[in-house]
């Protein structure tokens, strides 16, 4: 069975973990440009993204939005949960998931997928149950890491490359 659908974790996997916050209240992240044209990317090869994230922020609201990211989820407590609730509404099993994340909230979730990813400086209880720890930290091109190394193990390279060329 193929990966049909990439789960994303947001704090620390799109990003690096870090939330810094203005004078006035306001919350600033850094999303990667890199890890946005590989996930739309891998939505223009017919394929499905979902963000499922414990905090909840008008910013990566704004980004999933900006990378037409239609399975949003967000103040969640329980990622498993919600992504069982979603692969019932896609008629999709874990057999067609990939997830990333790098802490604890993410662990049912990563335990649950078929294929499990880590940034590279997830936490060590977290790099136990992945099946691939990658090289890249969060928010510094791990998701991107992670959907050519799929892009590479479903054998899709060749379209891939032709969505640019």
């Given at each position: 069975m193929s990966i049909e659908l990439i789960v994303l974790d947001v704090d620390g996997t799109m990003t690096n973990s870090h939330i810094t916050y203005s004078e006035n209240g306001d919350e600033i992240k850094s999303f990667n440009v890199k890890d946005g044209l590989a996930i739309a990317s891998w939505r223009r090869l017919g394929k499905q993204v979902a963000i499922i994230t414990g905090r909840s922020s008008k910013i990566v609201a704004r980004r999933a939005e900006e990378l037409r990211i239609e399975h949003f989820y967000q103040g969640?407590?329980?990622?498993?949960?919600?992504?069982?609730?979603?692969?019932?509404?896609?008629?999709l099993?874990?057999?067609?998931?990939?997830?990333?994340?790098?802490?604890?909230?993410?662990?049912?979730?990563?335990?649950?997928?078929?294929l499990s990813f880590v940034p590279q400086d997830a936490s060590a209880y977290v790099d136990k149950i992945a099946d691939v720890i990658l090289t890249k930290r969060g928010g510094d091109g791990a998701v991107r890491e992670m959907i050519e190394y799929l892009i590479k193990k479903e054998g899709l390279e060749k379209q891939y490359l032709a969505l640019w060329d």
């Open positions: 969640v407590e329980n990622k498993r949960e919600v992504l069982e609730s979603l692969l019932e509404k896609l008629e099993s874990m057999e067609n998931v990939a997830a990333i994340g790098d802490d604890l909230n993410d662990i049912s979730m990563l335990r649950a997928a078929k």
